[in-house]
C-alpha cells in the first residue's frame, strides 16, 4: 500500500518555491540519482528497476533543507534522502517516486576534536578520516565504500565495517554520539538527538527525519599493516581469525575470512595469493606485527601478501576486496553471484560455521568478517551465493536459520525485514510525531505500513 497522497502533484509549482536551491530534472540524472547496488540482488532488480523520483534537489544548508521540508509537506510530495547510493538494498530508492533530497553539497567538517567530530551529512568519509588524523585521530569505523560514501548515509543505512572488530557495531551504545534531523510537519522543526536517542534515527534509512548534522566519535591512529595470509584447510583459516579477534594484545583493524574459491574473484591479485588457498585479509597496528606472526606460525599459515601502513597509502587498499566489496569482486566475474548477511552465534571453535560450510559447499561460498559483540569476537557472515532461483534462495535462507543462523536478508527494501527482524517501537513513535504523514522514504519501515493498514 501506498503511505502518501494519491492525488496528482504540481512538480512545477512545486519547484518554483525551491528556485534558490539545486533543482535537477534532467532524466537520465534523476534515474541515476534515484539508484543504488540493488542490482546485488537478483530479487530487488525486478521489484526497483523501473523505480525513481521526479526531480532531485541538492541544499547547501540546513536552512535549505527545512525550506525543502516545508514545501514536500505542503504539496504532500514524497521525499528520500540519498548520500552517495553506495547500499545495497534499495534504501535511497524511491518507491513512489516524489523528490530525492541529495546531501552531498552538504559536506562541511564543522570541528574535530580528540575523540570527537562534528560533521554534516554529506561529508565523505575519507575527507573526515583525513581531517581526524591530522591531529592522531581516526574514524571508528567504516564500510568498505569508505572512499565515496557518506557519513549521513553510512548513519542511516550502514551497519558497520573495518573497525568493527574493535568498536562492534553502529547500533552499539557510543558510536554515534548526536545527531541534528528536520521534521516533516507543516512547520518543520530541529531536533537534537543525544546518547541512546540516536537510535530513534540509527539506521532507519532516513524514514523518520533528516539527518543535517552529526557528531561522530573517532579512535587514536595507528599505522595499520595490511596482509593476507594462506591456509590449506578453511576451518584452520577460520579459526585463526577467531583466535586473532581474541588476542586483546595484537592491534587490529580488519579480519576478513574467505574460503577458496572467493579469493579467486580478486582479479588484481591474482599473482599474490596462490591457488585453491583460503585466505585471511586483515589490517594489524605495525607495533604488534611481531605477536601476529607467532599467532601465524602457531596455525600454520603463509604470509603471502604484507604492505606496510606507508605501501598501503597507495594502490588498492585492501579492505576494498572486504565486507560489501567482496560482493562486487565477485559479481565483476560472474553475475549470477549474489550475497547473503549472517550472523553466526558466539562460539570459539565455529561449529556452525563448519556445518554451514559442509553443508553447502561452493554453492554458499563462505565469507566472514570477525567483529566485536558486547566484548566477544563473533562471526558475520557475507556468504557469495551461486544464485539459480528465489525458490532456492529461500531454501538456503531457512536452513540457516533452522539451524541456528540469522539471516539479515539483503534481498529486501524493508527495513525490519532485512535487519533485526523486529519492529523497533522507538522508531515508529518518533516517526509518528515528526513525519505524520508518512512522506519520508515511504514504503521502507514495516511498522508504519502496518499501523496505517490498521487505521484505514
Not at 291 to 296: H, T
Not at 339 to 348: E, H, I, R, V
Request: glycine share 8%; net charge negative; charged share 20%.
Amino acid at each position: 500500500m501506498t503511505t502518501t497522497k494519491t492525488k496528482p502533484i504540481n512538480w512545477d509549482a512545486l519547484a518554483s518555491e525551491l528556485t534558490n536551491i539545486e533543482i535537477i530534472t534532467e532524466p537520465n540524472k534523476v534515474i541515476k540519482l534515484s539508484l543504488d547496488y540493488y542490482h546485488f540482488s537478483p530479487i530487488l532488480q525486478s521489484q526497483l528497476k523501473d523505480k525513481k523520483a521526479n526531480l532531485i534537489v541538492r541544499p547547501n544548508n540546513e536552512t535549505e533543507v527545512l525550506q525543502i521540508a516545508k514545501t514536500c509537506v505542503k504539496y504532500q510530495a514524497p521525499l528520500t534522502i540519498r548520500g552517495a547510493g553506495t547500499g545495497n538494498y534499495g534504501q535511497c530508492i524511491p518507491l513512489e517516486g516524489g523528490v530525492v533530497l541529495d546531501t552531498t553539497k552538504m559536506n562541511n567538517i564543522n570541528w574535530v576534536k580528540p575523540g570527537l567530530s562534528c560533521v554534516e551529512p554529506g561529508v565523505k568519509l575519507v575527507a573526515l578520516d583525513k581531517k581526524a588524523k591530522e591531529i592522531g585521530w581516526e574514524l571508528r569505523m567504516f564500510p568498505s565504500t569508505y572512499r565515496t560514501a557518506t557519513i549521513g548515509g553510512f548513519i542511516g543505512g550502514g551497519s558497520g565495517g573495518i573497525g568493527s572488530i574493535n568498536y562492534g557495531l553502529l547500533r552499539h551504545r557510543g558510536n554515534v554520539s548526536a545527531v541534528q534531523v528536520v521534521t516533516m510537519e507543516d512547520e518543520p522543526r530541529v531536533i537534537e538527538l543525544r546518547g541512546d536517542d540516536v537510535q530513534k534515527v540509527n539506521h532507519a534509512y532516513g524514514t523518520n527525519g533528516i539527518i543535517t548534522q552529526l557528531e561522530i566519535p573517532l579512535a587514536p591512529t595507528y599505522p595499520w599493516g595490511e596482509l593476507i595470509v594462506t591456509f590449506d584447510d578453511f576451518m584452520t583459516c577460520a579459526k585463526f581469525g577467531q583466535a586473532l579477534g581474541d588476542s586483546d594484545g595484537i592491534v587490529k583493524k580488519l579480519i576478513t575470512v574467505f574460503a577458496w574459491p572467493i579469493p579467486s574473484f580478486f582479479v588484481s591479485l591474482k599473482n599474490s595469493i596462490p591457488e585453491g588457498k583460503h585466505c585471511a585479509f586483515v589490517m594489524i597496528s605495525e607495533y604488534s606485527l611481531a605477536s601476529f606472526q607467532d599467532l601465524v606460525k602457531e596455525f600454520q599459515g603463509e604470509i603471502c601478501y604484507q604492505k606496510t601502513a606507508q605501501e598501503a597509502s597507495k594502490g588498492t587498499p585492501i579492505y576494498e576486496f572486504t565486507w560489501s566489496h567482496t560482493t562486487l569482486h565477485a559479481r565483476s566475474v560472474d553475475t549470477n553471484l549474489t550475497y547473503l548477511q549472517s550472523g553466526f552465534p558466539t562460539d570459539k571453535n565455529l561449529a556452525l560455521v563448519e556445518k554451514m560450510y559442509r553443508h553447502f559447499g561452493d554453492e554458499v561460498m563462505i565469507h566472514i568478517e570477525f567483529t566485536r559483540n558486547y566484548g566477544q569476537t563473533v562471526a558475520g557472515g557475507g556468504q557469495i551465493v551461486r544464485y539459480t532461483s528465489e525458490e532456492r534462495l529461500n531454501e538456503i535462507i531457512e536452513y540457516h536459520e533452522q539451524n541456528g543462523v540469522n539471516i539479515f536478508n539483503p534481498h529486501t527494501y524493508i527495513l525490519e525485514d532485512g535487519g533485526m527482524k523486529t519492529v523497533d517501537i522507538e522508531q515508529l513513535e518518533f516517526k509518528q510525531k515528526v513525519d505524520p504523514l508518512g512522506l519520508l522514504n515511504p514504503g521502507k519501515m514495516k511498522a508504519w505500513l502496518e499501523t496505517m493498514e490498521k487505521k484505514y
